[in-house]
């Protein structure tokens, strides 16, 4: 396929029913948005040649047009919604950074943002306005009609990255004495129903949980069955307060696709879908990443340079602090240091090898507690293995490296200093790099921002002490 791309094309290619070239068209080979792309369509945005910039985008699947979104120049891209009007999916706005998403919704008008809301389902239109200051979100849900402003309120009040945030009100509930002919001419014959759902759902006159009865068992039921018959009252179902985090992983041992949201008086208030789970993994694969490197969870590649800098600053010197600590070590041994140059040279090998086989100690270990995998009653053997580990592979690098530095400095008993030394920072970095995250878990801190110092500082110190005290015992170094 040609690599320049022009936008009419690409509009007479979007605008043949049933075309799938939409998102050939604006990608390259590898996925990326093609540059010519962008250009053609940054050209009709300057021109305001609206029916062309409506033809495009109207085609395009909510997390294409977030793409596209998020490659133009953040002027073009206000004027992009402004031009389209009502032909913009406003739920492609989820789909971009958070500061990209803001700065767009800032520049908006409150009526223009209303007006797109009021065509998302309410768990988009939440975390649309969620990252909005209140006094924005105010302005914008002013506009609304007061149904449609008093749900969205409603989902705004529970917590952040709980499930009733998550939820989407939208769902199909109707009274358990119906029939299964019923519930289907229900379905039919009702136009506002959600635009996707998997399940109905019984509840009583006052919209108390009853049960659920899924698709494919009402399908296959006779139409004068009634749906009492049908109801799994045992259907696993969150609360508007459980964490999102455990809600996925009940999604994922479950198999589930949708999950009803009841709130503390077993009343049905929301659904859960398959889809917003996908995005709360996501979500929190992202934050454990950044976490496990000191960044701050809601730092985007958006960012401007002093909101990154200031975010990233904390701990940078928090670990400045920590290598203060293990360089006093080094203090200690200031003698031996300047009697053997070879001790300063290898010293550093030592507490690298240990700090890098801590990290994947404690990438694992991290990983285990976020999934619920090591708890109180696997902790001991999952313990006593990673020591293990740590002593086997101590024992192979002691090895290694023990020959290389006697090579290196010509030093017969150097081998046997830093083979012992390796040893001991291999197995001291496997221990505190399960330890230690265990250790915040049971104090409630999350074990992937404040680890990395911790295991780094362990490894450091008990690198440089180990290699430098047996030094001194086998040299004999004053």
């Not at 073009?76 to 032909?87: A, S």
């Not at 208030?269 to 990443?289: F, K, R, S, Y």
């Not at 992937?448 to 015992?473: E, K, N, P, R, Y």
Request: one cysteine or more.
């Amino acid at each position: 396929m040609a690599e320049n791309i022009d936008v009419a094309q690409a509009a007479e290619a979007l605008s043949a029913p049933g075309s799938v070239l939409n998102h050939l068209l604006m990608r390259d080979e590898e996925g990326r948005v093609r540059h010519e792309f962008v250009e053609e369509l940054t050209r009709a945005i300057h021109a305001a040649d609206r029916p062309l910039l409506c033809e495009v985008v109207a085609e395009l699947h909510e997390a294409d047009l977030g793409d596209l979104i998020a490659a133009l120049e953040p002027e073009d891209r206000v004027t992009l919604v402004e031009i389209t009007g009502t032909d913009f999916d406003f739920s492609a706005l989820n789909e971009v950074d958070d500061a990209v998403r803001e700065e767009i919704l800032e520049e908006l008008e409150p009526e223009t943002v209303a007006e797109g809301v009021r065509e998302l389902e309410s768990d988009d239109a939440v975390q649309l306005l969620q990252g909005l200051d209140e006094e924005d979100q105010e302005e914008i849900l002013e506009k609304l009609p007061p149904p449609e402003r008093v749900a969205i309120e409603r989902v705004l009040l529970y917590p952040e990255n709980s499930a009733g945030r998550r939820m989407q009100t939208e769902f199909i509930a109707v009274p358990p004495d119906w029939t299964v002919g019923q519930a289907i001419d229900y379905m039919r014959d009702t136009p506002d129903l959600p635009d996707r759902f998997y399940e109905i759902y019984a509840v009583d006159s006052e919209q108390h949980w009853q049960g659920a009865v899924s698709l494919d068992t009402l399908l296959r039921a006779r139409r004068p069955v009634p749906l009492v018959d049908l109801i799994e009252e045992d259907r696993r179902r969150v609360s508007v307060l459980d964490d999102q985090e455990e809600v996925a992983r009940m999604f994922g041992k479950y198999n589930l696709v949708a999950a009803p949201v009841v709130d503390t008086t077993n009343r049905l208030v929301g659904v859960i879908t398959i889809d917003d789970v996908v995005d709360v993994i996501e979500e929190e694969a992202d934050e454990d990443l950044k976490a496990l490197g000191g960044v701050t969870s809601d730092e985007e590649l958006s960012d401007n340079v002093w909101t990154i800098a200031r975010g990233r600053f904390n701990w940078l010197l928090v670990n400045l602090a920590t290598a203060f600590l293990a360089s006093s070590v080094l203090g200690l041994f200031e003698g031996q240091l300047e009697k053997m140059v070879a001790l300063a040279v290898l010293a550093p090998i030592v507490a690298s090898q240990g700090g890098n086989a801590a990290t994947q100690t404690m990438t694992v270990a991290v990983r285990a507690l976020a999934t619920r995998e090591l708890g109180s009653n696997n902790a001991f053997r999952v313990v006593m293995r990673e020591a293990m580990v740590g002593f086997v592979n101590g024992l192979a690098f002691a090895i290694i490296t023990g020959v290389a530095a006697v090579a290196w400095f010509k030093i017969p008993g150097l081998g046997v200093v830093i083979g012992l030394a390796i040893i001991c920072n291999l197995v001291a970095g496997a221990l505190g790099g399960i330890l230690i995250p265990m250790v915040l878990e049971r104090v409630r801190a999350d074990p992937a921002v404040a680890s990395g110092t911790f295991v780094t500082t362990i490894t450091d110190v008990v690198g440089f002490f180990s290699f430098l005290g047996i030094a001194t015992l086998w040299f004999g170094l004053k």
